[in-house]
């Protein structure tokens, strides 16, 4: 099934054989046309920027591993934020979370990443297999480049740093999450026009220092993304008893 253009220049993508559908904003190709993806991921590239669209099927953790979680990390007191975490790879003493005010909660050294926003996700077309309420999370997190020199004074050394709007989307009658990262990579120390935030709430408008429009832009596309999703056919997740 080909993707196809709605009324508001979104495109209704087809993920998985159509078993699950979403809506993705212009200009983005499907990347298994040009490499290899794993069964479990759809990759979208946008054609003229280095922008990504993923998504991904993980298996839940069990009640168990959460609470292992919560035990032995302060920051998995929230249960979609090892989830989070572990799908961009990143390890809990190298970061630095924020509150919607901007203050550290809890810092660890040496930053190379920060959670700038953590918040319930909405995902209006989306119920379980039973018909029930899908729980689901939406942060936005800036992950600083392992190269970059922050004592540095020359102009020409800027590096990339990226900021990753990730959606967690528990489908727990089949024990599977759907994780969807918005990547958006920019250059320090790039001039950003500067906004108000728009209709962001809780820590996303904080987030909007680090660089208005990438987290807004990055912000917007991942609403697209919730706003289509659906599944089409639960076949995809196997037989569920």
């Not at 810092?107 to 119920?127: C, M």
């Not at 936005?140 to 740093?161: C, G, H, K, M, Q």
């Not at 320090?188 to 408008?205: F, I, Y």
Request: with cysteine.
């Amino acid at each position: 099934m080909s993707p196809s253009t709605t009324s508001d220049t979104n495109t209704a993508t087809p993920l998985w054989g159509n078993a699950v559908e979403t809506h993705l904003p212009p200009n983005y190709q499907d990347i298994s046309r040009l490499r290899p993806v794993p069964d479990n991921q759809e990759v979208y590239m946008h054609t003229d920027l280095p922008h990504s669209i993923i998504f991904e099927l993980l298996e839940t953790p069990s009640p168990d591993q959460q609470h292992e979680e919560q035990q032995q990390q302060p920051l998995a007191r929230d249960a979609f934020l090892p989830v989070i975490m572990a799908a961009l790879d990143l390890r809990e003493e190298d970061g630095q979370l924020q509150t919607p005010s901007g203050d550290a909660v809890t810092t660890y050294s040496p930053g190379k990443w920060t959670l700038l926003a953590l918040e319930p996700g909405h995902v209006p077309r989306l119920a379980t297999r039973q018909g029930g309420s899908v729980a689901s999370r939406v942060a936005a997190v800036r992950i600083n480049p392992s190269s970059y020199n922050a004592a540095s004074s020359r102009p020409d050394e800027r590096a990339l740093y990226t900021v990753v709007v990730v959606a967690v989307v528990r489908l727990g009658d089949v024990g599977t999450d759907l994780v969807v990262h918005v990547n958006r990579p920019q250059v320090l120390g790039e001039t950003c026009s500067v906004g108000d935030g728009g209709d962001l709430d809780g820590a996303a408008r904080m987030a909007l220092e680090e660089c208005p429009s990438v987290v807004r832009g990055a912000m917007a596309d991942m609403k697209v993304v919730l706003d289509g999703l659906v599944v089409r056919d639960w076949g995809l997740f196997g037989d569920q008893h």
